[in-house]
């Protein structure tokens, strides 16, 4: 009896040791960054889950050393970040983070099409140059170590534009607070006036057709990793000529020529993704709300979108993604009546049309598979290239194959123009191809059919500098 006792004791001392030793405490004694010859320190921190002095479970450590490398990857400053771990005594720890910092200043030569995707450039305007922007976009990302970004833009082309901006993400010792200031002039010689069969039609004219501004002040609040709240106040005025006022007399409301304006915007967002620019696990809310005054024509919308992404396994993953957007709109107007095709409201397959309306609602299904990576090899074998390699972060390209289905609905309180999408439920479906790499390079590749039967080919994507 005495042995069968003493037997129990015995195993039951050595599963607790085992619990014991599986929960084990440890403190945060120093964080030691290396790599960031511009970042300062305080904005890494910022971004990290713990900070010297937090006591973290030992079972829990890897899951927050993760979380900390996509939260600095989401920063948009690294291409790569490695963070280790070692323990300096029975209770204490040091957390070492590596990072490889991204080109940060980008003199750029601008040129973009200005549909609203590259296959309604590519085919239904027929690629013509007369629909493109160019010019010159100095980007300065990071520009003081602390991840603000200054942008001077001089445009020419369809649009002639001058664009400043600049954006800094924290003014207060706390970093929870910051803010950013916008500038932009404009002039154009064609205007999208009506939309017939729920495609958009053009007027132009050898005079410019279009002209205006806008400024904006915006104030960002983060009080922790994932939410933020913004708050952007504008003023801005657009004026369009009177050959356009002929074309559509109902462009602005009231029948002017001219919309003088201020405006509010507010929204929250909570978001914690593993990579944002191509999630594959993690989920965000957003929630918006705007309010333009201006005499007789005042506007007022609500936006909400989620996002659920959730990995399978290595290869495999699925997301769902929903969009609503509803518009008060006092004085029926055409500027003020576009839905579907603008902003985050785009359904696959539909890349050609717009659904002018009051409001409407958009659902999306993806599931992902793995095909396979590719690493760019760094020796091509030319010395020029070969040492200017070496100075560049490793090019991986990763290939995604992917099935997808939209469903959508747009309400058109007064259709007009012989719309046939407005007032219906709107169906797509199709596969695609999609390569992400460095500098948040997504690229995708759709081939989809919608309840029209349109089927074709569409390229949607680019690089985030």
Do not use: C
């Amino acid at each position: 009896m005495y042995k069968f006792v003493a037997s129990i004791f015995l195993i039951s001392l050595f599963f607790i040791g085992i619990q014991f030793k599986a929960n084990a405490q440890y403190r945060i004694a120093q964080i030691d960054i290396e790599g960031n010859a511009k970042t300062k320190a305080y904005i890494i921190l910022r971004e990290l889950p713990y900070h010297v002095g937090s006591i973290v479970i030992k079972d829990s450590l890897p899951l927050l050393n993760t979380l900390a490398k996509e939260q600095l990857i989401n920063s948009s400053l690294f291409n790569e970040v490695t963070i280790t771990s070692a323990q300096i005594d029975s209770a204490a720890i040091k957390i070492k983070i590596n990072v490889s910092e991204r080109w940060y200043f980008f003199p750029l030569p601008y040129f973009r099409w200005v549909d609203r995707n590259f296959s309604e450039w590519w085919n239904e305007q027929h690629h013509s140059l007369d629909r493109v922007n160019y010019g010159i976009n100095l980007r300065q990302s990071n520009a003081t170590g602390n991840n603000d970004r200054l942008t001077l833009g001089i445009i020419t082309g369809y649009t002639h534009q001058v664009v400043a901006r600049y954006q800094f993400p924290f003014i207060d010792k706390k970093l929870k607070f910051g803010m950013g200031l916008g500038w932009q002039y404009f002039t154009q010689k064609e205007l999208n006036t009506a939309t017939f069969f729920d495609k958009q039609v053009y007027t132009k004219t050898n005079a410019d057709i279009q002209n205006g501004y806008r400024t904006n002040v915006n104030f960002f609040y983060r009080p922790n990793l994932f939410e933020r709240l913004s708050v952007q106040v504008g003023y801005g005025n657009s004026t369009i000529s009177d050959s356009a006022i002929l074309v559509q007399p109902n462009y602005f409301p009231n029948h002017s020529t001219s919309l003088s304006y201020g405006d509010i915007g507010i929204n929250f967002s909570k978001t914690k993704f593993d990579y944002n620019a191509y999630p594959t696990e993690g989920n965000s809310t957003d929630i918006g709300l705007f309010q333009r005054f201006s005499k007789g024509t005042n506007l007022s919308s609500f936006s909400w979108r989620e996002f659920y992404a959730h990995r399978i396994n290595r290869n495999n993953f699925y997301l769902i993604e929903s969009s609503s957007l509803a518009k008060l709109v006092p004085n029926q107007n055409y500027l003020d009546s576009r839905l579907m095709g603008y902003g985050n409201m785009q359904m696959n397959g539909f890349e050609y049309y717009v659904v002018d309306g009051n409001a409407g609602s958009i659902a999306k299904a993806e599931w992902h598979h793995l095909l396979g990576n590719y690493t760019l090899p760094k020796k091509t074998g030319f010395a020029i290239t070969d040492r200017l390699n070496k100075h560049l972060p490793d090019i991986k390209y990763h290939f995604w194959l992917k099935a997808f289905t939209n469903l959508g609905y747009v309400y058109t309180e007064h259709p007009v123009n012989n719309s046939k999408l407005s007032n219906t439920l709107l169906r797509s479906a199709g596969i695609g191809l999609d390569i992400i790499s460095v500098y948040d390079l997504v690229i995708k590749i759709d081939y989809s059919v919608n309840q029209l039967g349109d089927k074709g080919v569409y390229l949607h994507g680019g690089i985030n500098f």
